[in-house]
Structure formats: C-alpha cells, structure tokens
C-alpha cells in the first residue's frame, strides 16, 4: 500500500494541541492515507445501540480490527475489485467490515436490510448486477432472507448467493492483519445504492477521489473544526450517514456519535437528549426526522424531557425537499431548551455529488422566498410575493460548495436565467463518474459536458440555489403542474391528517394528456368514516391548490426508504395494478347513497344553478348544501361554472364569489341579493 508522507503528517499533528488544519487534509489522497495518518490522535468513534448499551473505539482500534476482518474476507477468495455487499443494521460491525474492504481494495456495496419486501428485493436485485460479489451479513439476517426467498419462489437466487455469503458471527480471532493493498485516488471506494431505487437499482460510483473532493469542501463551507463533536441516527448506508456524519467527522479528526436508527424511531426523545449528554454541536435529520421527533415531543415530551441545546452549533437539514413550517415548528419547541434559530442549516446534496452541493452561510436563519405555485413549470420565471392559497414557502440551500459547480438548465441543458425553473445540473471533482456497469443509464444522467442531471427542479437567485422539487414528483394536470410535497403538506394543513401520513402520487391512464391525483392516507378505522375525511381533504387540497384530486384512497401504511422518503411509486403501482379496488368500490358505493339522499333545490335559481354545475361537472348531481370544492372541482371546472352562469346572469357573479359562496344554496342566495339591487 502506497503511504508515503503519512508519518511525516502524524509526527507533525503531535507536536501541537490536536486540531488538524486544512491543509493537512488536502495532502490525503486515499481514504485509507487519512486513517493511517490519524491511528494515533485521541479521538473516538462512539455507538449509541440502547438506552443502557453504548462502546467507544479509538481512530487506532477501528484500523486494527479493520486489518484483521481484512484477513478473514481474504481467506474467503475475496480480492481487490470483488464486491461486497455490506447487509448490516449495526453501526460498529458495518464501520469495521467498510474499512476492511477499503484496505483490501474491495469495493463495499451497502445495502439497507430493510424492513417491507420491496426493500427485501433490492437484495436479490442488486447481488445479480455484481460480477464478483459477495454478501457480509449476520446469521438473524441470512436465515431472514432464506425463509422470505422460499415465500416468494426464488430459492434459485437465494442458493446463488449462499455460496458466497460471508457472516459475521464467524469471525473471530482479528488479531493477524490481512494484506494491505495499494489503493489510488481513481479507485472505487464504494458503490452506492439509492435508498429508494429497487425495482431497477443503480449504483452510484464513488472514488476516492470523488469523496475527499467533496469532504475537503465540506470541512470548509461547514467550519468544522476537531473540536467539533457530531451525532447522527442516520442509517450507515445513506450518504447522509455514512459519508456526511463518519467519513467526514472521521477525516476531519472529530470525535463523533453513531446511534442505530432504531434506537430513533422507537425513542425519538433519545436524539436530543443524546445530543445534551454528548455534548454534540452538530446534529442532522431529513424532514422525516423532524416530524417523528415533533410527534413525541409535543405528546408527552415537553414536560418529561430535561435537554439542553444551548451549545448546538448546526442541525443539517437535507435528503428531501425541505419543509418551512416543519423548521419553524422544531426551533419553536426546541427554543425553551436552547436551541438557536441559528442552528438549522437547509443544505442539498444527493449521492452523485459524493454527498454535498450547497450549503448555506454558517449562522444565518432560514432563508426563504414565497413562491406562486402556479408559475413552477420548467422554464416559468418565478413569481415571488405570493400570498394566502397561492404561496409555496422555498428554502435556500446556499451557494455551491468549494470545486462543485450548479447549473439550472432547461430541458437541452442550457443555462437559463436567474429565477427561472430548470433542471439542476452539477458538475466537478466530487460528481461520480456514472452507475455501475450500467452505460445507458449514465449516458442518460451525464452529459458530453460533463453535466450530471440531478432530477432535481429548482432556480437560482443571487447565486443561491432553490429546490422546488424532483422532476419524477411533477404532476401534470390540465395544463398546470403541481408537486406532490406541496400538495401534501397542503393536506396536513387541513387539519384532518396527521404528519407523514399523507402521499400522493400521479397516475396517468395511456391516452390520457393529464396525471390523475392520487392521495394516500392512513386509516384503518370505518370506511364511513374516512369517506368524510377524504371528502373534505379533497376539498382542501381543491380551494387552496387549484388541484383536483381524482381519488383519496386508504392504506394500512405509507412505504418509505430507511431514511424515511415516501415511496410514492409504490403506491402508485399498487393502485395501477388494482390493489385498492375494493376500498375504492366501497366509498364509491357510500357517495352514491349520499347522492340519493340529496337536498333538491328550493327555488328556481337554485335549479338553475343546479343544472349549470352539474352539466359543468359531468354528471354529479349538487345537492342545496354541497360544497363546489367537496366534489374535487378543479380551477378550470370552476372558470366553466362561471362562464355558464355568466351567459345566464350576466354580470352578476365574479369568478371569486364561488370561493366565498361555495354551496348552491350560498351562490343562489347571493345572485339573488344581487339581482334584486339592480
């Protein structure tokens, strides 16, 4: 292994107080160079597994045992450039067999163990699409997977990867080291499979080179210094977690926590009060965090829960679009306890980029503008200064770190103008190479140019770039575009829905020029019951977005990636291939007693206006008191509405009166007020 120059650096770190200097880091050019330059600085990884089970392992220990499981995975006839699949859901044995493979040269591919079948299946997915690969696992995980291979019929596969499973419960003696390899800046450090990509899964390449790039950037636009103490529950195989909140920490000489995400989604509570007792200053969470957190919290935490915050230094917040009011709701509650404004810091980044793109200013507050939700398709100028309905809050991520470059772009790739909706285009020495084995799809993501295609919409103002949401998250409906994290944030604003409850999706049938709007919603109470909250939740989401929600459909649960994003594909699927058909018939047939039981019109404006809407609606029949927006009216059915009431009464009727005299009954009282001043 090539390490000349690492005792050098390591006798120079001795000789001062510990607090390693840029351009210290700069000199590492393998991930492997900078574990060995800092074997012998007093700083510790610590793994937070319970409430009562903790260990801590010195920079020196987690090298040594590195070696020595490098050993027993040399034994198996693993080389350099095999793969190998890393199934673990415990920190400190994921930690150790990782550095083992960067040692030997073994490309580690991680791989969340999962918990719903789809996840299960990325398994089995992935493991066919590695020439060379092997699977690191524990025997409570392989005898998992075994029992669910036989229940869906693919023992083949299973068998196949049996012979070249490896577990972790077999090794035992660490203490004769392995053969170092010699490692180079351009290798492959590891593959990294996106938590949401199962049915056709890419892995994003990594280099060594890709990942000190973009780590040196982050040390610097995050002003992270060794003393400096991090605490993630983030899961290992996330790039949030592994390269944000270990790779990062470890490189930069920082002591830092890792608590098992279980340990956070059982006892939320535990993430702050981790944070009070380890002193850590730098914390981080996707919006899915924030709610469970809030959801405890505000239940019975408030009063039980002794944190305090006040030396918290940065909370990144990223790895989904990220949610205004979510901020404000956490700083809110956590500002009794310490917590500045200050400390929330919205960044963006995707496994691409080997993790980071942008982060904000360090100590500045949120940063936002107030966007019109109907001016967000690719290539409209933004509208800034929206008000009420028509507003979506977006978040600044800050400026484009250190050598990465942002470009928004529309769709031929180029450069459009400041405020104008285009693609997110990211280029530089952090930017991976492209997906394994897998030319088609890296030809589609990264251009001549260099350009990597993050998927991503968004724009740029004063150089700061603003996310409004993933392309694939577009919907199309009627001429105007719509995202789905809006509309479902718009959802849980109705009151009638808990947080991340609540998914939509798009369906679109394959003639049609439209999305359908799917909403899915938890419940697993009476259907009588929830066909009234589907009918005021669809009529929400109509008055306040515009949209018209086709169905709002009940689920047991809303599928999500380890790290918490929905996995609204699979719900759409679900519904594409008729699995809710029964709940679906079942509402169908109560609105349909709801119909028959309707109030019919009391005077002959109200029939009039009666047979108006419903020659406008397609056949849905008012009743007196029905609400306009309750029969999910999109903007355009309601222009029709009025257009047709203003060839009957001309000049009577605004288009805005139908929002504030919503009902038959309503509408028909006020024409009649109107007419009778004329």
Same mark, same amino acid.
């Given at each position: 292994?090539?390490?000349?120059?690492?005792?050098?650096?390591?006798?120079?770190?001795?000789?001062?107080?510990?607090?390693?200097?840029?351009?210290?880091?700069?000199?590492?050019?393998?991930?492997?160079?900078?574990?060995?330059?800092?074997?012998?600085?007093?700083?510790?990884?610590?793994?937070?597994?319970?409430?009562?089970?903790?260990?801590?392992?010195?920079?020196?220990?987690?090298?040594?045992?590195?070696?020595?499981?490098?050993?027993?995975?040399?034994?198996?006839?693993?080389?350099?450039?095999?793969?190998?699949?890393?199934?673990?859901?415990?920190?400190?044995?994921?930690?150790?067999?990782?550095?083992?493979?960067?040692?030997?040269?073994?490309?580690?591919?991680?791989?969340?163990?999962?918990?719903?079948?789809?996840?299960?299946?990325?398994?089995?997915?992935?493991?066919?699409?590695?020439?060379?690969?092997?699977?690191?696992?524990?025997?409570?995980?392989?005898?998992?997977?075994?029992?669910?291979?036989?229940?869906?019929?693919?023992?083949?596969?299973?068998?196949?990867?049996?012979?070249?499973?490896?577990?972790?419960?077999?090794?035992?003696?660490?203490?004769?080291?392995?053969?170092?390899?010699?490692?180079?800046?351009?290798?492959?450090?590891?593959?990294?499979?996106?938590?949401?990509?199962?049915?056709?899964?890419?892995?994003?390449?990594?280099?060594?080179?890709?990942?000190?790039?973009?780590?040196?950037?982050?040390?610097?636009?995050?002003?992270?210094?060794?003393?400096?103490?991090?605490?993630?529950?983030?899961?290992?195989?996330?790039?949030?977690?592994?390269?944000?909140?270990?790779?990062?920490?470890?490189?930069?000489?920082?002591?830092?926590?890792?608590?098992?995400?279980?340990?956070?989604?059982?006892?939320?509570?535990?993430?702050?009060?981790?944070?009070?007792?380890?002193?850590?200053?730098?914390?981080?969470?996707?919006?899915?965090?924030?709610?469970?957190?809030?959801?405890?919290?505000?239940?019975?935490?408030?009063?039980?829960?002794?944190?305090?915050?006040?030396?918290?230094?940065?909370?990144?917040?990223?790895?989904?679009?990220?949610?205004?009011?979510?901020?404000?709701?956490?700083?809110?509650?956590?500002?009794?306890?310490?917590?500045?404004?200050?400390?929330?810091?919205?960044?963006?980044?995707?496994?691409?980029?080997?993790?980071?793109?942008?982060?904000?200013?360090?100590?500045?507050?949120?940063?936002?503008?107030?966007?019109?939700?109907?001016?967000?398709?690719?290539?409209?100028?933004?509208?800034?200064?929206?008000?009420?309905?028509?507003?979506?809050?977006?978040?600044?991520?800050?400026?484009?770190?250190?050598?990465?470059?942002?470009?928004?772009?529309?769709?031929?790739?180029?450069?459009?103008?400041?405020?104008?909706?285009?693609?997110?285009?990211?280029?530089?020495?952090?930017?991976?190479?492209?997906?394994?084995?897998?030319?088609?799809?890296?030809?589609?993501?990264?251009?001549?140019?260099?350009?990597?295609?993050?998927?991503?919409?968004?724009?740029?103002?004063?150089?700061?770039?603003?996310?409004?949401?993933?392309?694939?998250?577009?919907?199309?409906?009627?001429?105007?575009?719509?995202?789905?994290?809006?509309?479902?944030?718009?959802?849980?604003?109705?009151?009638?829905?808990?947080?991340?409850?609540?998914?939509?999706?798009?369906?679109?049938?394959?003639?049609?020029?439209?999305?359908?709007?799917?909403?899915?919603?938890?419940?697993?109470?009476?259907?009588?019951?929830?066909?009234?909250?589907?009918?005021?939740?669809?009529?929400?989401?109509?008055?306040?977005?515009?949209?018209?929600?086709?169905?709002?459909?009940?689920?047991?649960?809303?599928?999500?990636?380890?790290? %918490?994003?929905?996995?609204?594909?699979? @719900?759409?699927?679900?519904?594409?291939?008729? !699995?809710? =058909? &029964?709940? #679906? *018939?079942?509402?169908?047939?109560?609105?349909?007693?709801?119909?028959?039981?309707?109030?019919?019109?009391?005077?002959?404006?109200?029939?009039?206006?009666?047979?108006?809407?419903?020659?406008?609606?397609?056949?849905?029949?008012?009743?007196?008191?029905?609400?306009?927006?309750?029969?999910?009216?999109?903007?355009?059915?309601?222009?029709?509405?009025?257009?047709?009431?203003?060839?009957?009464?001309? %000049?009577?009727?605004?288009?805005?009166? @139908?929002?504030?005299?919503?009902?038959?009954? !309503?509408? =028909? &009282?006020? #024409? *009649?007020?109107?007419?009778?001043?004329?």
């Amino acid at each position: 292994m090539q390490v000349q120059g690492k005792h050098k650096l390591s006798a120079m770190v001795k000789t001062r107080p510990f607090l390693l200097q840029l351009t210290d880091i700069v000199e590492y050019k393998t991930l492997t160079e900078a574990l060995d330059a800092l074997r012998d600085e007093p700083r510790r990884i610590t793994y937070l597994k319970s409430r009562d089970r903790r260990s801590a392992i010195s920079f020196s220990e987690l090298r040594r045992r590195a070696l020595g499981i490098l050993r027993h995975l040399q034994q198996r006839g693993l080389e350099r450039q095999h793969q190998l699949i890393v199934l673990l859901d415990d920190n400190e044995q994921f930690v150790d067999i990782f550095w083992a493979c960067l040692y030997g040269g073994i490309i580690p591919v991680p791989i969340a163990v999962g918990v719903s079948d789809e996840q299960r299946l990325k398994l089995f997915r992935v493991f066919e699409k590695l020439p060379q690969g092997y699977v690191y696992t524990n025997r409570a995980n392989w005898h998992r997977f075994r029992g669910f291979a036989r229940d869906r019929g693919i023992e083949d596969a299973y068998d196949r990867m049996r012979s070249r499973c490896l577990l972790s419960d077999d090794v035992h003696d660490i203490s004769r080291p392995g053969r170092l390899e010699e490692i180079r800046t351009g290798d492959v450090a590891f593959i990294q499979y996106s938590s949401g990509s199962t049915s056709e899964p890419k892995g994003v390449v990594l280099t060594h080179g890709n990942l000190l790039a973009n780590i040196r950037d982050i040390i610097q636009a995050a002003q992270f210094s060794a003393d400096d103490v991090s605490l993630s529950w983030m899961p290992l195989t996330h790039d949030m977690g592994l390269i944000g909140f270990h790779l990062n920490m470890l490189i930069r000489g920082m002591n830092h926590v890792l608590m098992d995400t279980e340990v956070f989604v059982r006892r939320p509570l535990s993430w702050m009060q981790a944070a009070t007792t380890e002193r850590a200053n730098v914390l981080c969470s996707p919006n899915f965090g924030y709610r469970h957190f809030l959801n405890v919290f505000n239940r019975r935490g408030q009063g039980e829960a002794d944190f305090d915050l006040s030396h918290v230094r940065l909370i990144f917040n990223g790895a989904e679009p990220i949610s205004a009011p979510l901020c404000e709701q956490f700083l809110d509650a956590l500002a009794p306890r310490g917590l500045r404004r200050t400390a929330m810091f919205p960044v963006y980044g995707l496994a691409e980029a080997s993790l980071a793109v942008s982060f904000p200013p360090v100590g500045r507050s949120l940063h936002y503008r107030d966007i019109d939700r109907r001016h967000l398709a690719l290539g409209d100028a933004i509208q800034t200064g929206a008000v009420d309905d028509a507003a979506m809050r977006c978040v600044s991520v800050g400026r484009a770190i250190g050598a990465c470059e942002v470009r928004v772009a529309d769709a031929d790739g180029t450069a459009l103008p400041d405020a104008t909706v285009g693609r997110v285009l990211i280029k530089g020495p952090n930017v991976s190479r492209g997906y394994y084995l897998d030319p088609t799809a890296t030809r589609a993501a990264i251009d001549a140019d260099g350009w990597l295609d993050t998927g991503d919409l968004g724009f740029l103002q004063e150089q700061e770039l603003f996310v409004t949401g993933r392309l694939k998250d577009v919907l199309f409906v009627n001429g105007q575009n719509f995202y789905a994290h809006d509309l479902e944030a718009v959802a849980v604003q109705s009151g009638l829905l808990e947080l991340g409850k609540v998914a939509v999706g798009g369906y679109r049938h394959e003639h049609s020029e439209s999305d359908r709007i799917l909403v899915f919603v938890v419940h697993r109470g009476a259907m009588e019951q929830f066909a009234d909250t589907a009918r005021e939740v669809a009529a929400y989401v109509n008055e306040h977005t515009g949209a018209e929600v086709s169905e709002i459909i009940p689920v047991q649960r809303i599928p999500k990636t380890t790290s %918490g994003k929905l996995q609204r594909y699979t @719900l759409v699927r679900a519904y594409a291939d008729g !699995e809710f =058909a &029964a709940q #679906l *018939e079942q509402l169908r047939q109560l609105a349909r007693s709801a119909q028959e039981t309707v109030q019919e019109p009391i005077s002959d404006v109200e029939r009039q206006l009666q047979g108006i809407c419903n020659r406008a609606l397609e056949g849905i029949r008012l009743g007196r008191h029905d609400n306009f927006f309750e029969t999910g009216a999109s903007s355009l059915k309601l222009i029709d509405i009025h257009e047709r009431i203003e060839e009957r009464f001309p %000049g009577r009727i605004e288009l805005t009166d @139908l929002f504030d005299h919503p009902t038959l009954a !309503e509408l =028909a &009282a006020f #024409l *009649e007020r109107k007419t009778s001043a004329v």
